[in-house]
């Protein structure tokens, strides 16, 4: 079997990798930055560094600094019109995972036009957009290095997952320093994010040798250290290994795919506004779970690559030390479940059927080891209210 696997161009990896941006663009015959960001890293002075580094090297950077979490059709179209007010050859995403959505987002609407759910998964966005440079600020989502966005309809309240070559970055400057301000909770929640990564990755039906090969690597970097950067988050190799491990994952997930936790994570967040990370945490102990008797051996080896279980020991308890292991790191790192966090429970109950369809119509439940039926996403949902 071929395994496809698509990986940005240009990676530069290591502190103050993002201060190289004027040289990548120039490596890649670009000049007219637009750059795609949040308002705290404008708030921060993050941004001014980066533009006077750009301004330096005689690059004028258009400058959009108001994108909002979870981007929706409309954040997106903004943005959008902004880039259309000057000629501009890429777009830089600067920050988390909403400003790298959005920007991807904005690159392919510019080229090609709208509207938005016309990208809707499962239409295959190959044809490249505008340019794309990733510059990340949180070890958690990977996009510095996926072929995905995810955009939300808020006329339907649904996350639209988007895939294409053209979402793909053709620069990605992994800078750990960049992590250093993070506050606790975004920490955890996406330190989480990244391990849900590469354990789907690892599990997916869709999984390879290439993917997995970073994806066990990307364990081996996080499991030790998320507890770490939450206790101390000024540790300076701790935030460099969840770094690097973050970057794998995603290019492990993005050249394998994920599965029933990112499915039923979406519409959970498109619905009550949690974030994507703190999401997925509430569901990977209960999710693996679930899944775990139809690949024993592949968590198994999750379960060894964290450090856990140990190389002799059998799957089946290997696999038990690994549910219980994500049980204890959600209690560790104060992840709430959603009754914890305050989600309404009538509300949650309500919207169970319509949260299964969507998962599933998703079609990241498709690749997980164990595929479930609509019956068996509800029983889900439920089994994690009440956890």
């Known amino acids: 079997m071929v395994s496809p696997i698509a990986l940005p161009r240009l990676m530069r990896i290591g502190a103050g990798a993002s201060g190289l941006l004027p040289e990548v663009l120039g490596q890649l015959g670009l000049s007219r930055p637009f750059v795609v960001t949040d308002p705290f890293l404008r708030d921060s ?31 997106v179209e903004a943005v959008l019109e902004a880039l259309k007010e000057s000629e501009h050859d890429c777009v830089v995403g600067f920050g988390g995972g909403s400003p790298m959505d959005t920007a991807k987002a904005v690159a392919v609407l510019a080229r090609h036009g709208g509207p938005m759910r016309r990208y809707k998964a499962p239409h295959l966005q190959d044809e490249a957009g505008l340019p794309i440079v990733a510059i990340p600020t949180t070890a958690g989502t990977g996009s510095e290095a996926t072929r995905f966005t995810i955009v939300t309809d808020a006329a339907t309240d649904e996350k639209m997952l988007c895939i294409g070559l053209a979402y793909l970055p053709v620069a990605a400057l992994v800078d750990y320093e960049l992590t250093l301000s993070k506050p606790k909770r975004l920490t955890a929640d996406t330190g989480i994010d990244a391990l849900t990564h590469a354990i789907e990755a690892y599990v997916s039906k869709k999984a390879n040798p290439f993917s997995d090969g970073l994806a066990l690597e990307a364990m081996r970097a996080i499991a030790p250290n998320l507890r770490r950067v939450w206790t101390d988050p000024g540790d300076r190799g701790a935030r460099e290994a969840m770094m690097l491990g973050a970057t794998q994952a995603g290019i492990a997930f993005s050249n394998s795919s994920v599965a029933l936790v990112h499915g039923m994570s979406r519409p959970i967040g498109a619905h009550f506004h949690v974030a994507h990370g703190l999401s997925n945490a509430m569901l990977l102990p209960a999710i693996t779970a679930f899944s775990a008797p139809a690949a024993t051996g592949r968590y198994a080896a999750c379960a060894r690559a964290m450090g856990v279980a140990r190389d002799g ?30 989600l309404d429970a009538g509300r949650w109950a309500a919207l169970i059927p319509t949260m299964a369809a969507q998962a ?28």
């Open 313 to 342: 020991e059998g799957d089946q308890g290997a696999v038990a030390r690994l549910v219980t292991e994500l049980e204890r790191l959600n209690d560790d790192l104060d992840v709430p479940g959603p009754r914890e966090y305050g």
């Open 360 to 387: 599933l119509a998703s079609g990241s439940p498709g690749n997980n080891p164990l595929v479930p039926n609509t019956e068996e996403i509800e029983a889900l949902y439920r089994r994690v209210w009440e956890a």
């Open 45 to 75: 002075g993050r941004l001014d560094e980066l533009v006077a580094r750009l301004s330096a090297a005689g690059i004028r950077a258009g400058v959009f600094a108001d994108t909002v979490p979870d981007p929706t059709v409309d954040s």
